[in-house]
Each structure stands twice: as structure tokens, then as C-alpha cells.
């Protein structure tokens, strides 16, 4: 039932980096336009990054300069890059159709940044 599949996270200090994968369950899921969200403890979930149909990306202010979103087509997969990480960083990380319409929210991939 889950149409996206995360992966790439872990638990690093603060000022390290991490990159994200995203990559679809099936193979004829599109993957355009997709956005990179994320869900601290006891916050609502928010938009990270989003890449559009035509390549043009955006980014939360709180990540603007240390995280880049893109994407492989051939692999069928969408990245994000992800350094200076910082503790306010620590989230479940999802991706996602943006704005939408959305398909069913996966596990996601947890992301700990120690202090």
C-alpha cells in the first residue's frame, strides 16, 4: 500500500551529513513533481524541499544552504542531500507528491542529530 519508499537515514553528530533516497514501490509510479517532508516529535509535518516537473526547486528557510533535493530519473529516485545537519534537524523524513495529490504517507526514514 505504501507508494514511496525511504531510506538513508541514521544517526549522526551535528555538522555531518546525510543523504536521503526516495525511490517509488512500483515502477510506474511517477516521481514528478516530488517534495521532501518531515515530522519532528510532537510537531506537525512540514516541507523540506520540493523539486517540480521542470527541474525548479525550493526549500524550507530553516534548510535553505545546507540541503539539496534531486533527482535521477533513470533510477527512478529522488535524493536529499543533506549537511551542516543540526540538531533541530531530528525528524522522520517522507517524500511525497507536493502539493499533491498525495498517496499514502510510508514509514519514512528516521534522521538524529546529536549535539
Known amino acids: 500500500q505504501v507508494q514511496f519508499v525511504e531510506s538513508g537515514g541514521g544517526l549522526v553528530q551535528a555538522g555531518g551529513s546525510l543523504r536521503l533516497s526516495c525511490t517509488p514501490s512500483r515502477s510506474t509510479f511517477s516521481i514528478n513533481p516530488i517534495g521532501w517532508y518531515r515530522q519532528a516529535p510532537g510537531k506537525q509535518r512540514e516541507l523540506v524541499a520540493s523539486v517540480t516537473s521542470d527541474g525548479m526547486t525550493n526549500y524550507a528557510d530553516s534548510v535553505k544552504g545546507r540541503f539539496t533535493i534531486s533527482r535521477d530519473n533513470a533510477k527512478k529516485t529522488v535524493y536529499l542531500q543533506m549537511n551542516s545537519l543540526k540538531p533541530e534537524d531530528t525528524a522522520v523524513y517522507y517524500c511525497?507528491?507536493?502539493?499533491?495529490?498525495?498517496?499514502?504517507w510510508g514509514q519514512g526514514t528516521q534522521v538524529t542529530v546529536s549535539s
Open positions: 511525497n507528491y507536493r502539493p499533491g495529490p498525495y498517496v499514502d
